[in-house]
């Protein structure tokens, strides 16, 4: 590969780490052609781009970035697939699925500006509740209130009726 190219590939993983927000570092290693092909069409299917690379120009790509990735950099070793997403848990659920078979394994991810080196780091980045479910339990805490206050006045409107129909149909 000449130096022109390495450098282009080095920039364009430059972008695309400026493009998303959260990536994970995948050893794919012994994945055939039919389980990588799999995994790239459920990738495509969760919005998350997998790219394989050289491991030295990622890491040169990590290291001309603004942020400092120098946890991640042990971790660059083997076959290397990089998973971009902009939700913090799609691609550790997708890596979960997958993990049932014992391929492909996590090295290491950067999520929600933190760093996860490990296999083991797995269920902790599965955990991580996105954006858009944040948001969904703000607004099912808000309407919880509202909704018991409006179910208590129309309950309580059948209970008086009630009692008074009750009191009404007495005989005297």
Known sequence: MRKEDKGNIIAQLGEVLNEYAHFYLVDVT???????SAMRRK???????MVVVKNTLLHKALEAAET???PLYDCLKGTTAVLFANTANAPAKLLK?????GMPALKAAYAEEGFYVGADQLEALTAIKSKDEV????VALLQ???KNVLSALQSGGNTIHGVLKTLGE???
Do not use: H, V, W
Request: hydrophobic content about 30%.
């Open 135 to 138: 948001i969904a339990e703000i």
């Open 97 to 101: 699925d997958f993990t049932k078979d």
């Open 30 to 36: 012994g994945l055939n052609a039919a389980t990588t």
């Open 68 to 70: 400092d990735y120098t």
């Open 43 to 49: 990738c495509f299917q969760s919005e998350i781009k």
């Open 144 to 146: 919880s209130p509202a």
């Open 170 to 172: 007495r005989p005297e």
